[in-house]
């Protein structure tokens, strides 16, 4: 039989792993979570850590001294951009303001020159075709009539010439079909033969400026008689 003490003994045997197994998980569940609570301290930390970076980088003399010099760099850009593009518009406008004001002086001048054209146009019209070219030797008058017609032509064509160097051309519509926007009507004169419609007599030529009326001719027009 077995005694009271060897009973214990047994007993005490058999029940130390059930001992050890209730003591050892609670440390095991211990160990897990104190894992636990340290990977969300690092994790809180990191967390943390990132905005007092940001805000060191932020708080940074030179980072921030760097941001202001390329906020400046980009104002500067984009003021030299607009003064530039200004600059240029100030040029155009000057060299068209320029241009305008040469061909109004122009103008100004070749209307009062072509007037002095029409008064040696009726210079050289009163003089009778037969006489223009007729130059009698024994006849001093007759020469004389001759060389003044021949001086009034050469003068005629000289202001002609110069007015042409400025971009001025002269016309005459003589036999042209009448254009109102280039002639002008004085007269209309039913004429057998000729077109209805047509220039009959230029009393006045006209002037172009570089492509522009400056003058209209002044034209009698064929009458149509239907």
């Known amino acids: 039989m077995l005694t009271a003490a060897s009973r214990s003994t047994m007993l005490g045997v058999f ?14 569940q211990r160990m897990y979570s104190d894992k636990a609570a340290e990977d969300k301290k690092q994790e ?16 940074d003399p030179v980072a921030k001294q760097l941001q202001e010099k390329d906020a400046r760099i ?6 030299l951009l607009y003064c530039k593009a200004e600059l240029q518009n100030v040029q155009r ?6 241009k305008t004001m040469g061909d109004h002086a122009i103008s100004r001048l070749a209307k009062d020159l072509t007037e002095s054209v029409d008064v040696l146009d009726l210079a050289l019209r009163s003089v009778p075709e037969a006489l223009r070219t007729n130059k009698n030797e024994d006849n001093e008058a007759s020469r004389a009539l001759v060389e003044l017609y021949d001086g009034v032509s050469l003068t005629r064509k000289s202001i002609l010439d110069m007015l042409r160097t400025h ?5 005459d519509p003589l036999g ?3 254009d109102p926007l280039l002639h002008e009507a004085l007269y209309q004169a039913p004429v057998p033969g000729k077109e209805p419609g047509s220039v009959l007599d230029c009393s006045k030529i006209g002037y172009m400026i570089k492509g522009r009326l400056l003058r209209a001719a002044q034209v009698g027009v064929v009458q149509d008689t239907a």
Do not use: C, N, Q, W
């Open 44 to 59: 809180a930390a990191s967390e943390e850590s990132a905005p007092e970076s940001a805000e060191a980088e932020a708080e």
């Open 15 to 28: 029940s130390r792993p059930v001992l050890l197994r209730s003591v050892r998980a609670p440390m095991v």
């Open 93 to 98: 406008r000057t060299a068209e303001e320029k």
């Open 74 to 79: 980009k104002d500067l850009t984009d003021d």
């Open 176 to 178: 042209e079909k009448f």
């Open 167 to 171: 971009g001025i051309e002269a016309f």
